[in-house]
């Protein structure tokens, strides 16, 4: 019998095969002002950071592409930087390109160390991240391709790692505060550099940072480093479950739609 639900979750994981419960009856009570006064402190105490150490190993980071990419994705065994895609071996590049000529080619002139940024391979800090957010409503976005405000949600996946799943890979990981190619972003290249960066990326309490930073990973993320590979419904699902089999990966697949749903 599968221990996954047909979402692709642990059964008592998924909101949808097992929502949460109801409370049947909510109790209405007389709150005095010494009890306010008591529970205002509690919540002022409570809200104050508790210094608890943050699991930057744990971070998960989110790469996007068209579905139409994963074929190819799948069947090299790895995600590839833009420089890879496009080196001289190779005849053409993603069959979707999602970013626009303007910022692939900033991309391509702006250093870390030793290496332009399109060496890297791109990721999210956020299933929430901005540019995904425009791909999601179908906004215009300077790093976007014009076309792709034609395209729908439901027609890319989310490729999901973690930092110590990258690491592990032997993975080089480069954290920029902001859009890789934007001339004041500030990149942490080296490893204890990158991990305080993180940090401070998972205490920023506006969340805003997470929305827009980005993980930078040198040359090529293999296929066997992802935790997850996120799709928008359970058809999409079996059909990438059935790429991986072709391939003989094993990946885990798991339709969440609120990930692909406009924002």
Not at 2 to 25: I, M, Q, T, W, Y
Not at 134 to 158: C, F, G, Q
Not at 225 to 250: C, F, M, P, T
Request: glycine share 6%; net charge neutral.
């Amino acid at each position: 019998m599968s221990d996954e639900c047909r979402h692709g979750f642990e059964p008592e994981l998924c909101a949808v095969c097992n929502p949460p419960k109801v409370p049947e009856k909510i109790v209405a009570t007389r709150v005095t002002t010494a009890t306010r006064t008591t529970q205002s402190n509690s919540v002022n105490r409570g809200s104050k950071k508790q210094g608890k150490p943050v699991r930057v190993d744990q971070q998960r980071l989110y790469h996007v592409t068209h579905t139409r990419n994963l074929p190819a994705i799948l069947a090299g065994g790895s995600i590839l930087c833009d420089d890879l895609l496009h080196d001289a071996d190779r005849t053409e590049g993603a069959e979707v390109a999602l970013s626009s000529e303007e910022n692939r080619a900033a991309r391509r002139r702006i250093m870390i160390d030793d290496a332009a940024v399109s060496a890297y391979v791109p990721f999210f800090l956020s299933p929430d991240a901005s540019v995904w957010g425009s791909i999601r409503s179908r906004e215009p976005n300077v790093r976007l391709a014009s076309d792709i405000v034609r395209t729908s949600p439901t027609d890319y996946v989310m490729l999901v790692a973690t930092v110590a799943s990258i690491r592990a890979a032997d993975g080089d990981i480069v954290i920029a505060d902001g859009d890789a190619a934007a001339g004041l972003t500030r990149f942490a290249s080296e490893p204890d550099q990158a991990d305080r960066m993180l940090a401070r990326v998972a205490l920023d309490d506006s969340g805003e940072l997470k929305l827009v930073a980005e993980a930078l990973v040198r040359g090529e993320v293999p296929v066997s480093a992802l935790s997850i590979i996120g799709v928008a419904s359970i058809k999409q699902r079996e059909r990438v479950k059935q790429q991986l089999a072709d391939v003989g990966l094993h990946t885990k697949v798991a339709a969440h739609q609120p990930w692909f749903v406009a924002q």
